[in-house]
């Protein structure tokens, strides 16, 4: 049974920062790129970040480039999304998924295969 745990959401200010990180289980951690997707209040889920099966390859939305930067650590079966100079259009549910490495790196409107349940960010004004 596959599980992916998000954790490290909350509330922060604009400009602050956040580390949300997704512990996996129940799949060879290795074989998967690994992705954060947000979704806001009303609207559609988005993604935010991929991070290739070797770490090698990192792919952002427009809007959090230079400011989120995504890691993994293969050894804790854990993915990172390091959230800097938040602002509130930041605030959403934050969800990691899995994805087949077999599929490539796949950045944007996709249906990974494995979710979390999301971690709240919240970032006030």
């Known amino acids: 049974q596959v599980q992916l745990s998000e954790s490290g959401g909350g509330l922060a200010p604009a400009g602050g920062s956040l580390r949300l990180s997704c512990t996996a289980s129940?799949?060879?951690?290795?074989?998967?790129?690994m992705g954060w997707f947000r979704q806001a209040p009303g609207k559609e889920r988005e993604f935010v970040a991929v991070?290739?099966?070797?770490?090698?390859?990192?792919f952002y939305l427009d809007s959090v480039k230079g400011r989120f930067t995504i890691s993994r650590d293969d050894a804790k079966n854990t993915v990172y999304l390091q959230l800097r100079s938040l602002k509130p259009e930041d605030t959403a549910v934050y969800y990691c998924?899995?994805?087949?490495?077999?599929?490539?790196?796949?950045?944007?409107?996709?249906?990974?295969?494995?979710w979390g349940q999301g971690t709240q960010v919240t970032v006030s004004s």
């Open positions: 998924a899995a994805d087949s490495r077999y599929r490539g790196v796949r950045a944007g409107k996709y249906e990974y295969d494995y």
């Open positions: 129940g799949l060879t951690f290795s074989s998967y790129n």
């Open positions: 991070v290739s099966d070797d770490g090698d390859r990192a």
